[in-house]
Each structure stands twice: as C-alpha cells, then as structure tokens.
C-alpha cells in the first residue's frame, strides 16, 4: 500500500495551491460579499487543467487522473468556497456527462466552449418538489412532435446557469416507463422558452450562482439534443452522481483546512493568560480533533478518487468520502470560531465566511442520510442481504 502521491501529483498540487492563493485567496472576501465570481481567475484556469478536469485534450481539457482532480477542487476550496463549488460543479455535472455519453458533434459544439474558461456548465436536476427523490419526484416533462423534443416544467436550486452555454436536464420522457422514462437534454439557453431566473439569497457561497429554470414549450432538436441514450437518464444521473460525491468530499476538505489553518495562525497570535492561546490545553484539543479528522477525511476522498480511476467499484467509498468529509468541515469551522471567540463572528475574519459555505456540503449532491442510505445497502448486498 502507498499513501503517496506520485511526483506529478505533488507538482500538480503545488501550481495549484500557488495559483488559488494568489488569485482566489485575497478576493473571497469580496466573492462573498458581491456575489461576483473573479472571472480573471477562472480565465486562467485552463493553463492548469482547471476548467477540464476530465475531458480528454482534443477537446481542450487536461484529462487528469481523479486524484489529480481531487487535489485540484480541494486547493480551489482552500481559497474560495465560491468557486470551488462553481468549478467542481462545471467539471462534475456539467463537463462530464458531455464528455462521457456525448456523440462526436455535440462533443466537438459544447466541450471547447467550457474547456476555455469562459463559460462553466450546469446540469439541471433538482426541482421545488423533487430532491433527494428525483425519480418519483421529477415533473418536468418532453413529448417528441416532428423531430423535436417539446420540453416543459421547472428546475430549482442549479449552479451556474447563466453562466453556460448549454444546461443538461433531467426530463421525464415516457410516463409510463418507470425509471426507464427519463432523459438527458441538452438545452441552450438562449432557446425560446428558457427562462434562467435571478440567484437566490443564500446563506453561504454567494459567489457561485444558483437559480431556479423555467421550460416553456421549448423546442429541442431529438438527435442533437438528446444526450445519451433515451430513457436512460437517472442511470446517467446515478453515475454523474457518483463522482460527484468525491468532488464534494474534497471541497469540504479544503474548506476544513482553510479554516484550521485560520485557526491555528489565531491561536499563535492571540495572548491570554500571559501566552498564547495555543499553548492552552482546551485549544490544543481542538487542533488535535482537526488534525486528525482533516487527515481522515483526505485518505478517504482519495482512496474513492484512486478506485475510480482504476475503474473499481467506488459508490460507497465516494458516499463514505462525502459524508465524513462533509461533517468534518461542520466540526472544524465550528471549533475554529471558537477558538477565534468573539472575532470568529465577525466578517472580518474568514473562519465566519468558511462556516456559512461549508454548511452546504451536507445537503448538496445527497444529504448525509442519503449518503448513510447509499453506504448501509451497499454493505448489506456485500452481506448478502437484499
């Protein structure tokens, strides 16, 4: 067993980690309370393989291996939880499926567009009333007329919409097929009858878009709007899904180590009872808790990252990754306020800032009980239980 990464990993983490904190780090503040992306940064992030994680060269991608990816979105997170959350959700949901199930022409149209940094991806799933139950729940629905996919109905809580040139949706296409009833489309957003409503208010990464899609009677070509096979869309889901989780599991780590590493810079600054406050057992507690469970969670985001590019089994490893990262970014940035005191509730320090976005990455991509869900079937099939 090597717990190492190779000497291109160790590089590729270095550029990375110099790029976000000189680019993304100082302006975060200023993502958060403006609500603007530094789209200066995210133009320069296709020299470092930022904006096409996975998507093969031709294309303009750098095709990195997932650990390799893995330790890109945690660095970003490290910086700026805007962007990271934009970025993985650009490379995960809406770079991905294009380039796993996309035929050569629709490849070709959308891949260079969100390769370049110019544009970030979406893919639209949830809606008002269908979240975690996105088969039973899903109401958007397309019927074919003369060689069109006719779409209607409602999305609600998608990532950067109004930043893509394209938005995968999920949608209902044959009522009576059960789970096989669904689809992929590919929808422009400039297509008659796509409304991209204004971004919620949100308690965390204000930076990073999110905003309902209303479809009304909007027409879509059946060949090359159609992405993947027909009717095979919450397989599709599942599987974007799936490595969607690792994508989540590294955010939260960069953010946990964002906020420890603020912690730990306070604590051996600030005096009290004639020394600095790190020196105090109570706060060395929370440092140890931080340092291991920032550890922990790392090993597991990249043991389900490694099993995916072996092209192992990794649905309840990346379900595990997300789940204990996720509540390890809670923990972490709730003992780094405490150990800021009162200045960790001010604006003014970036722990306050830390623990508003990282309070999404046990909701986003399934919950933690989805997640627990996911974990507890795979182990009962692996014991012969169901």
């Known amino acids: 067993m090597d717990f190492e990464l190779n000497d291109e990993q160790r590089m590729y983490r270095e550029a990375v980690h110099d790029f976000c904190q000189k680019e993304l780090a100082p302006y975060a503040a200023d993502v958060d309370e403006t609500g603007d992306m530094r789209w200066e940064a ?19 991608g750098a095709d990195v291996d997932a650990v390799s990816a893995a330790i890109g979105l945690e660095e970003i997170a490290r910086a700026c939880g805007s962007t990271a959350l934009s970025i993985a959700a650009h490379n995960g949901l809406g770079c991905f499926p294009i380039a796993r199930w996309g035929t ?18 979406a893919l639209a799933l949830t809606e008002p009333d269908a979240g975690s139950d996105l088969a039973g729940g899903v109401k958007t629905n397309a019927y074919q007329d003369n060689g069109h996919w006719v779409l209607n109905g409602h999305k609600a809580w998608i990532t950067n919409p109004k930043y893509s040139p394209v938005i995968i949706t ?10 096989r009833g669904f689809s992929m489309l590919l929808v422009e957003p400039d297509m008659d009858g796509v409304t991209i409503h204004p971004p919620e208010k949100k308690m965390g990464l204000k930076g990073s878009p999110t905003q309902q899609i209303t479809f009304e009677d909007v027409r879509i070509p059946v060949e090359a709007g159609t992405l993947g096979e027909a009717g095979r869309g919450v397989h599709h889901t599942m599987e974007t899904l799936d490595g969607g989780r690792i994508t989540i599991g590294a955010i939260s780590v960069g953010l946990a180590q964002a906020a420890f590493d603020a912690a730990i810079r306070y604590a051996s600054e600030r005096q009290a009872f004639g020394k600095p406050i790190a020196q105090h057992q109570a706060i060395q ?4 808790d931080g340092a291991l469970e920032i550890e922990a969670a790392r090993l597991l985001v990249y043991r389900a990252a490694w099993l995916k590019q072996e092209g192992k089994p990794f649905v309840k490893e990346a379900a595990m990754a997300k789940l204990y990262a996720s509540e390890v970014a809670e923990r972490v ?45 795979r182990v009962m099939e692996e014991h012969g239980l169901q």
């Open 333 to 377: 940035a709730f003992n780094a306020i405490q150990i800021h005191g009162s200045y960790g509730y001010s604006r003014e320090f970036p722990v306050e800032r830390i623990y508003r976005d990282q309070r999404l990455m046990t909701i986003g991509e399934g919950t933690s009980q989805i997640q627990r869900l996911v974990i507890a079937r």
């Open 42 to 60: 995210i133009r320069k992030m296709s020299t470092l393989g930022l904006t096409g994680l996975m998507v093969p060269e031709e294309y303009g």
């Open 104 to 121: 050569p022409d629709q490849k070709a149209k959308y891949l260079p567009q969100l390769t370049s940094g110019e544009k970030l991806g």
């Open 285 to 288: 507690w929370m440092i140890a």
């Open 170 to 179: 999920l949608t209902r296409t044959d009522a009576e097929a059960g789970t």
